[in-house]
């Protein structure tokens, strides 16, 4: 990674732009920089800190953040001009990956970065890495131990009937099992991340040559079947157009929920208001998803955000010294009690349980080459936001009795649409 920096470093000073001639002439960090992020919440705290220690390592930088509460939807807006700030997070809905080469700077080989990083195929197309990994995490899902202990569930179901069977022993101790997030959306978009789980690392190739993905047996069917059933079952919220992500914190450190599907990032937070509220950190815990094959359970890990560049900056050299620091240095990672994107770092104490249980991880599979942004354009053609969060609002409102509709029309549905768009790609 060294030599590719310092490569790639003195080959952005050769393209810097005049806006900020001291860092761009000679290749070394100087001058300002801005960081668009989605981290409003850390923006004035942990990521100062992160500032100061950087600029005191290059003096002479200046790091400004800018805070974005609809982050996906403000740089949507933005990518159409060059005012995208320096250093950004790639926006996971809005930009396809064979688009990246438009808004963001090449930051090495794919292959080269992949010997230091994880995740960077994720971050990558045709062979260039744009966005390094912020962090990683494991899809399952977090819960409160004493409530789950307190109806008899001591080890994690291994197939969505036990699955299901618990959250209503939960349930019959008055407590709402399952919280979906509804209102907020984002967190509903995040358990597409358990694609994979039982097709296995190639599930996005798979899925671009299948005409019915929501069929029993796929992930797309296990993923949003359990989500469906959980809400009929009556096992969620009873009104989940008032939910609320900050609260949902506090209502799982207090016992008054038991469990959300999220990745492995959102156990430090909840293990936080645990803490907030006087219980122990260890309150919280994290297990697989139950589809278990051959008793061995599997979770699908991957990259949240990408750091990237913007290949409009006026100051690339002290943006990639950023990024380069903030991924190497910082140790973001760490404090998120996630995966960190550099391989050789030790595995977040987060993920205990899974530990014990023998999970096994799997990263997906890159896309074949030339057909990166596929599934996306046949989600986008189809009108379904595979990795957003609109059509399984609308899973949960027919599960719920307030939509049209049923699991298998429901399914036959966006199967029919798929095999369409498929039709319509493929020509």
Do not use: H
């Not at 008899?152 to 959250?167: F, K, V, W």
Request: charge should be negative; proline fraction near 4%; hydrophobic fraction near 35%.
């Amino acid at each position: 990674m060294g030599a590719t920096a310092i490569a790639v470093t003195a080959a952005l000073a050769l393209s810097g732009c005049a806006g900020n001639s001291a860092a761009n002439d000679s290749g070394e960090p100087a001058g300002e920089i801005t960081v668009l992020t989605n981290r409003t919440d850390l923006v004035d705290t942990t990521f100062a800190d992160y500032a100061a220690t950087f600029e005191k390592k290059y003096p002479g930088t200046t790091v400004k953040f800018e805070a974005l509460t609809d982050y996906e939807g403000d740089t949507k807006i933005r990518l159409n001009s060059k005012d995208y700030g320096d250093v950004l997070l790639i926006p996971s809905s809005n930009v396809t990956k064979d688009k990246y080469a438009n808004y963001f700077e090449p930051l090495g080989s794919t292959d080269e970065l992949s010997k230091e990083y994880r995740f960077t195929n994720e971050g990558s197309f045709d062979g260039t890495a744009y966005g390094i990994s912020t962090f990683g995490s494991a899809m399952g899902y977090v819960f409160n131990r004493d409530v789950w202990t307190a109806a008899g569930i001591t080890s994690p179901p291994t197939t969505e009937a036990e699955y299901l069977t618990a959250l209503g022993k939960i349930k019959e101790n008055g407590v709402t099992p399952y919280y979906t997030n509804y209102k907020d959306g984002w967190p509903l978009a995040t358990i597409e991340g358990n694609l994979g789980t039982v097709q296995g690392a190639d599930v996005r190739s798979q899925m671009i040559a299948d005409d019915a993905p929501w069929t029993e047996g796929n992930d797309q069917y296990n993923i949003d079947g359990l989500l469906y059933d959980t809400v009929a079952a009556g096992y969620s919220e009873d009104d989940p157009t008032t939910t609320n992500w900050e609260e949902s914190k506090d209502l799982l450190a207090t016992g008054e929920i038991g469990s959300m599907i999220l990745g492995s990032w959102a156990v430090a937070q909840m293990q936080d208001a645990a803490e907030k509220a006087g219980e122990s950190r260890d309150l919280i815990g994290f297990w697989p998803m139950p589809w278990a094959q051959n008793s061995t359970f599997t979770s699908v890990t991957a990259s949240d955000k990408f750091l990237a560049i913007n290949k409009n900056s006026d100051n690339k050299a002290t943006a990639r010294a950023w990024v380069d620091w903030f991924t190497d240095e910082s140790g973001f990672a760490a404090s998120q009690g996630a995966i960190s994107p550099v391989i050789d770092a030790d595995a977040p104490d987060t993920l205990s349980d899974f530990t014990e249980l023998g999970v096994e991880y799997l990263e997906l599979a890159p896309d074949p080459v030339g057909k990166e942004a596929v599934i996306t354009d046949i989600a986008n053609e189809a009108e379904i936001d595979l990795f957003g969060n609109s059509y399984r609002q609308k899973i949960i409102d027919a599960a719920r009795g307030a939509g049209d509709g049923d699991k298998q029309s429901l399914f036959d549905d966006l199967n029919e649409r798929w095999a369409t768009a498929r039709a319509t790609i493929s020509e």
